[in-house]
């Protein structure tokens, strides 16, 4: 099941904090690649929290990797000027 946009609202410092304990707690107890997902998860939240830049750039990176183009550079046209 997909969620909308509109519902998902980035964690706070408290919902994050309460995840990682909630993971230290139960990782054990956790299939492997959903502790992973996890862990991975937490990692990136962590390595991006408060820093507009390194988002910007791991957006740029994830689009570029899966050659999402901007609209502005999906042209009919091959000529710059539109003609």
């Known amino acids: 099941m997909l969620v909308s946009r509109a519902k998902l609202q980035p964690l706070s410092a ?8 909630w993971l230290a707690e139960n990782k054990e107890s956790l ?4 502790r992973t997902a996890l862990e991975q998860h937490q990692a990136l939240c962590e390595g991006l929290h408060g820093s507009p830049h390194k988002l910007a ?4 990176e994830l689009r570029r990797d899966l050659g999402i183009k901007a609209m502005s550079e999906r042209r009919l046209s091959k000529d710059p000027l539109g003609r």
């Open 14 to 21: 408290a919902e994050r904090a309460e995840l990682g304990a």
């Open 57 to 60: 750039q791991v957006l740029f």
């Open 31 to 34: 299939p492997p690649l959903v």
